[in-house]
């Protein structure tokens, strides 16, 4: 690994080896999936994992794979069927697949069709708070051989609903987010900022992400001796683990702005390292902020809702408005509500992973692994799997296409006009229509 990569391992108290190296790959479909893959395959089993990112409408950019910050090396670009044929003749110990239901639920098909002797352990989960689509989601991925929970809370969650539906729930595997970590919370002499947290997606409506934006823009200008910072997922063209069709950097334009705010791009940790509040709607961030003890606020602005996802904060005591923040009332944690979130819980975090791993540990060492057994099949919902199959073709017994660097160079090109279309033409076809 890379200097980079051991300073991260650091942080996050990874130990260096276990008495048997395992090989372990990870398949991701976005740059924040690749990140919680990248570390949790390091958490569950201490290896360096093989790294592979699907090719498709969010594919991540060199960027923003670098600025995941988790490895030196940049995973390789691969369609699902070339993954598969990587799980095939790759003799690969464990799998970790950070991937979008549906797609988990169509790679696990297509590694059941292998009919390897020997399968490798499957592992899956989510890349953070799980406020939608929680039945859908978890039913998609069951079939795993470890279903990742990244509290006490959502282990609990988990295993109702594949006990509600008569679904083995013996997956579910309590563990925490991989990537909390960093030095706690020190305010420093002469510092005052303020982050919040930008998501791709929520919210929605140019004129919720235009308040946003306002209040924030109202905020630096009301306090000038204070720092405001926009943190930003991904740059205009850039895909995310979500579609982003208003971005801010665009919204920005018609605001005249003060001069302590601005625009930020990079690791969410290493702006962690100087925020002294952290403002965001319902962002992963609150979490690695609340485990570091940043003072941390969740907005109810625009109401709390589910499609929000600020819903989930409710009993948290972080719910709060910009009226007042204005006023410098910050809102405090309850601690209960942190402990089951598996965030700032005194002493437990460093153990978090100690189930998954003893998990992993066992199935490696038992008898080979039995047939894959999912809860969507062909006859729970024959009027839904197809469709989620046919959508991925998952076709390993197709010749592979040498990948030349003409051909590169054009896959590139196409790929950049599909982005342009969908982040920029599309939008505005869609506002035309509403004219």
């Not at 740059?31 to 699907?54: N, Y």
């Not at 592992?123 to 978890?138: F, P, Q, R, S």
Request: with cysteine; proline share 6%; aromatic share 6%.
């Amino acid at each position: 690994m890379g200097h980079r990569t051991k300073c991260l391992s650091s942080v996050l108290d990874v130990p260096a080896s276990t008495p048997e190296r395992v090989r372990i790959a990870v398949l991701a479909d976005s740059d924040t999936r690749w990140k919680w893959g990248a570390l949790t395959a390091r958490r569950i089993t201490a290896s360096e994992p093989t790294g592979f990112v699907l090719r498709g409408r969010a594919t991540p950019t060199a960027r923003q794979l670098a600025e995941t910050g988790v490895s030196d090396t940049p995973p390789r670009e691969v369609t699902g069927a070339e993954f598969l044929r990587e799980v095939r003749d790759g003799a690969y110990d464990v799998v970790v697949l950070a991937l979008v239901g549906g797609t988990v639920r169509a790679v696990l098909q297509g590694i059941a069709d292998l009919g390897l002797e020997r399968r490798p352990v499957l592992v899956t989960g989510y890349v953070g708070v799980v406020y939608e689509k929680l039945a859908d989601g978890l039913l998609l991925r069951h079939g795993a051989d470890v279903v990742l929970a990244n509290s006490r809370h959502d282990a609990e969650r988990f295993r109702a609903v594949y006990e509600g539906v008569g679904a083995d729930a013996s997956s579910v595997t309590e563990a925490a987010l991989p990537f909390l970590g960093g030095a706690p919370y020190a305010p420093e002499a002469g510092r005052d900022t303020l982050v919040f947290a930008a998501q791709p997606s929520v919210p929605v409506t140019r004129a919720d992400r235009a308040y946003l934006l306002r209040r924030l823009v109202e905020h630096a200008r009301k306090n000038p001796g204070r720092e405001v910072l926009l943190k930003l997922r991904s740059k205009p063209g850039e895909h995310t683990t979500h579609l982003e069709e208003l971005p801010y950097q665009k919204l920005v334009r018609d605001l005249d702005v003060p001069p302590n705010f601005r625009l930020v791009y990079g690791h969410m940790g290493e702006v962690l390292d100087r925020t002294d509040l952290l403002v965001t709607v319902s962002s992963t961030a609150a979490l690695e902020a609340l485990h570091r003890r940043i003072p941390t606020a969740i907005l109810t602005d625009m109401g709390v809702r589910e499609v929000l996802g600020n819903h989930h904060f409710i009993g948290s005591g972080l719910l709060t408005s910009f009226d007042r923040l204005d006023e410098d009332i910050r809102p405090k944690a309850d601690e209960e509500w942190l402990s089951r979130q598996g965030v700032a819980a005194e002493g437990s975090y460093e153990k978090a992973f100690d189930t998954a791993r003893e998990r992993v540990a066992e199935l490696l060492a038992g008898p080979p692994l039995p047939p894959i057994d999912p809860y969507y099949t062909a006859e729970t919902a024959p009027g839904y799997l197809p469709g989620i199959l046919a959508r991925h073709r998952l076709d390993v017994t197709a010749t592979p296409t040498r990948d030349s660097g003409l051909r590169r160079i054009v896959r590139e090109a196409a790929r950049g006009a599909y982005r342009h279309g969908v982040q920029r033409v599309a939008p505005v076809i869609r506002r035309l229509g509403e004219l």
